[in-house]
């Protein structure tokens, strides 16, 4: 996520980070490399130059060249003006209460991924205590109704659909059934097309006046850079917008459009699209994504993510396990699972300060990881609760159960009696903190992590 412009950040905070004085110089070469950091993530010319300047006449008064530590105050105002530039703050659903009916209309060009945001949002509705209905209105592109049937149901949310080419009036009838039905929320799926035409504008423009709604966010793909700004534009300006939802932000190596967007439309990015899975719709928060770009991290997001996907009680029951001789290979097996939930490694990477873009997936290994469960995995449960019964025989037919060879099976019950005993060592000693972290996520004996 963001990968180019955070890594251009990091080498550019780390020769003037440091430095006990700084010259107005030193801001110009550093404010220099900022602005080709901008132009190459093909953030819009107008932002660069908007930034730029900003940053400049800022950096180069008293506050910082007279600073205890001017490097470090040059980039506190480089990072606020990147906030300011995502659009200072989170940006909330402006919805009614629970007692009437919010309509929230989806826009977009075709591909963008606008029917899986739509369910993506309900979803997260749902979860927050509404009840969302989903209304079908791109009858245009063959297979939509049914895609969004499809994940309604995957989801447990209503859908709204009917058998006819007037998408106005099955808006308006999704509405009435809302109402007649105690749906809070009403999320309107309309037809895109392969590139902005008038019937297209006509249609959500009437689409649009049918069912008043309290919020219009258009759905752009991330990965399409000023494009997608430029599409917002057009959409702004002719049907009128209230805000963005930017899907494949997590494939995003560049971040033109995430950077461009408010200040060339004035509409805020309310969500960004950061997967396949119908959790992967998270808040776009400014500070914090302000953050990982110049490289310090998401610690926030990482531990909500973590205390929304994991089990606090099966948590609290592995580390009493780690702690005594009771961890097995079934223990092993569930702390990949609760991983998993997490997201992808390179994700939770991303997060942490000064590592985004510092150890790749290819790094970690996942591969590697992957073998490690399928081996677990083609054990017996009896096999999985004592590993000490695991002899040549069973080996053998454990490899072959999990497409492995006998080598990497022995490998993982060497690396777990490892595991096993630095573990116990560990919640006895807190001194051995280092020694653990040394083990287990130096690259060498934590899962997945090591030679390759």
């Known amino acids: 996520m963001l990968e180019k412009v955070t890594t251009a950040f990091s080498d550019i905070f780390r020769k003037i980070g440091g430095k006990a004085s700084i010259t107005e110089k030193n801001i110009e070469d550093a404010v220099e490399e900022i602005k080709m950091a901008l132009l190459d993530a093909d953030v819009n010319l107008r932002v660069v130059r908007r930034f730029v300047n900003a940053t400049i006449e800022e950096a180069k008064g008293e506050k910082v060249l007279r600073a205890v530590d001017p490097g470090q105050q040059f980039v506190k105002i480089v990072h606020d003006r990147m906030v300011a530039l995502l659009g200072d703050s989170k940006t909330d659903l402006r919805l009614k209460g629970p007692d009437t009916q919010s309509v929230i209309l989806f826009l977009g060009l075709q591909g963008s991924g606008k029917t899986t945001s739509a369910a993506k949002l309900a979803a997260r509705l749902l979860k927050e205590g509404r009840k969302p209905l989903l209304a079908a209105c791109d009858l245009v592109r063959p297979a939509a109704v049914e895609q969004l049937s499809i994940l309604g149901e995957k989801i447990g949310v209503a859908v709204y659909r009917e058998d006819t080419k007037d998408a106005v009036k099955v808006a308006k009838n999704a509405l009435a059934f809302a109402k007649k039905n105690g749906?809070?929320?009403?999320?309107?799926?309309?037809?895109?097309?392969?590139?902005?035409?008038?019937?297209?504008?006509?249609?959500?423009?009437?689409?649009?006046?049918?069912?008043?709604?309290?919020?219009?966010?258009?759905?752009?793909?991330?990965?399409?850079?000023?494009?997608?700004?430029?599409?917002?534009?057009?959409?702004?300006?002719?049907?009128?917008?209230?805000?963005?939802?930017?899907?494949?932000?997590?494939?995003?190596?560049?971040?033109?459009?995430?950077?461009?967007?408010?200040?060339?439309?004035?509409?805020?990015?309310?969500?960004?699209?950061?997967?396949?899975?119908?959790?992967?719709?998270?808040p776009f928060y400014p500070e914090r994504i302000a953050s990982r770009i110049l490289g310090m991290g998401d610690i926030v997001s990482l531990v909500e993510k973590a205390q929304e996907?994991?089990?606090?009680?099966?948590?609290?029951?592995?580390?009493?396990?780690?702690?005594?001789?009771?961890?097995?290979?079934?223990?092993?097996?569930?702390?990949?699972?609760?991983?998993?939930?997490?997201?992808?490694?390179?994700?939770?990477?991303?997060?942490?300060?000064?590592?985004?873009?510092?150890?790749?997936?290819?790094?970690?290994?996942?591969?590697?990881?992957?073998?490690?469960?399928?081996?677990?995995?083609?054990?017996?449960?009896?096999?999985?609760?004592?590993?000490?019964?695991?002899?040549?025989?069973?080996?053998?037919?454990?490899?072959?159960?999990?497409?492995?060879?006998v080598a990497e099976v022995n490998k993982l019950l060497k690396q777990f009696e490892k595991t096993r005993l630095t573990m116990r060592k560990f919640a006895k000693n807190k001194g051995l903190a280092q020694k653990l972290m040394n083990q287990m996520g130096g690259m060498g004996g934590f899962p997945g992590m090591g030679s390759r």
């Open 183 to 282: 749906h809070d929320v009403l999320i309107v799926d309309t037809a895109g097309r392969l590139q902005i035409d008038e019937a297209m504008m006509d249609e959500i423009g009437r689409i649009k006046k049918a069912v008043d709604p309290v919020e219009t966010l258009l759905v752009a793909d991330s990965m399409t850079g000023q494009n997608a700004v430029e599409i917002a534009k057009s959409f702004d300006e002719q049907v009128g917008l209230s805000g963005v939802i930017l899907t494949k932000f997590d494939s995003d190596a560049r971040g033109g459009a995430a950077l461009s967007l408010k200040t060339i439309t004035g509409k805020p990015i309310l969500f960004v699209g950061v997967g396949e899975k119908t959790e992967d719709l998270e």
């Open 309 to 405: 996907t994991m089990d606090l009680e099966e948590a609290a029951r592995l580390q009493k396990k780690m702690a005594s001789e009771n961890f097995t290979l079934q223990d092993m097996l569930d702390q990949f699972e609760q991983m998993g939930k997490m997201g992808s490694i390179q994700s939770m990477l991303d997060m942490l300060p000064g590592m985004a873009g510092q150890i790749s997936e290819a790094d970690i290994n996942t591969q590697a990881m992957k073998a490690q469960k399928a081996i677990i995995q083609s054990m017996t449960k009896k096999e999985r609760n004592n590993h000490l019964i695991i002899g040549p025989s069973r080996r053998k037919r454990i490899a072959k159960g999990s497409g492995t060879s």
